[in-house]
């Protein structure tokens, strides 16, 4: 239905939005997101995101926050991406979605679908979460999935999910390792409507906690591709 192959000189602009702020964005984040092609640009046929120490707006590091908002959303589907993660404590990257009606009802009444998160201190772990009324924030249902040796940073995985009217399933590499259905979460199933799909690295913030003397900056989240495929 669509997708980011990220082969031209410069990211499209038809398909991705570059968000910014230093807002901490709900989470206690560190970062400030630009839209510097210093912290989001197309490099050798990927989508570079590359988190950095140094001062920017109000905050101490940059990095950057892509969104399809307005552009492009989807009911429905396989939703999925080619991503080599960052590395170190305080590293915080995402490939998740947020439902188009958060304008008009807010978050977390939109819904978040968390497609691959991770957090420096767990480099071997990867988490699939669905965010929405009465389970939101730490509350959220959600699922881990553990390489059995080395770092997701190590190399690029296939990051995604299955998305139909009664569940959603994630995928790492094509092995499945969560199921959500309605069933299983303690309040109303926000999923059946568009949503839109976003792409970012923040620093710090409450669940990663904040880089340390081991942290090496920059760090970088490769992108292969982007693709979502109707069933």
């Given at each position: 239905m669509w997708h980011d192959e990220f082969d031209g000189a410069a990211l499209d602009t038809t398909k991705?939005?570059?968000?910014?702020?230093?807002?901490?964005?709900g989470n206690g984040e560190l970062e400030f997101y630009t839209n510097r092609v210093e912290n989001a640009r197309l490099e050798n046929g990927y989508l570079v995101v590359e988190a950095r120490r140094e001062p920017f707006g109000n905050q101490a590091y940059t990095s950057a926050r892509?969104?399809?908002q307005g552009l492009g959303a989807w009911r429905y589907?396989?939703?999925?991406?080619?991503i080599e993660i960052p590395r170190g404590q305080g590293l915080w990257p995402a490939f998740w979605m947020l439902g188009d009606d958060i304008p008009q009802v807010g978050w977390p009444g939109c819904g978040e679908i968390d497609i691959m998160e991770n957090i420096g201190k767990e480099p071997g772990r990867v988490h699939g979460t669905v965010h929405g009324p009465n389970y939101s924030?730490?509350?959220?249902?959600?699922?881990a999935y553990d390489l059995s040796t080395g770092a997701f940073a190590d190399t690029f995985h296939v990051f995604a999910?299955?998305?139909?009217?009664?569940?959603?399933?994630?995928?790492?590499?094509s092995t499945p390792y969560k199921t959500v259905t309605p069933r299983d979460v303690p309040g109303r199933w926000v999923y059946d409507h568009p949503f839109f799909i976003l792409l970012n690295v923040a620093v710090g913030g409450y669940w990663p906690g904040n880089p340390d003397t081991t942290t090496v900056f920059p760090q970088t989240m490769r992108v292969d591709y982007v693709r979502v495929y109707q069933r």
């Open positions: 991705w939005v570059r968000e910014t702020g230093g807002n901490g964005w892509l969104k399809t589907g396989r939703v999925e991406a080619r924030g730490a509350n959220g249902i959600s699922s999910i299955e998305w139909q009217p009664d569940s959603i399933r994630w995928f790492v590499d």
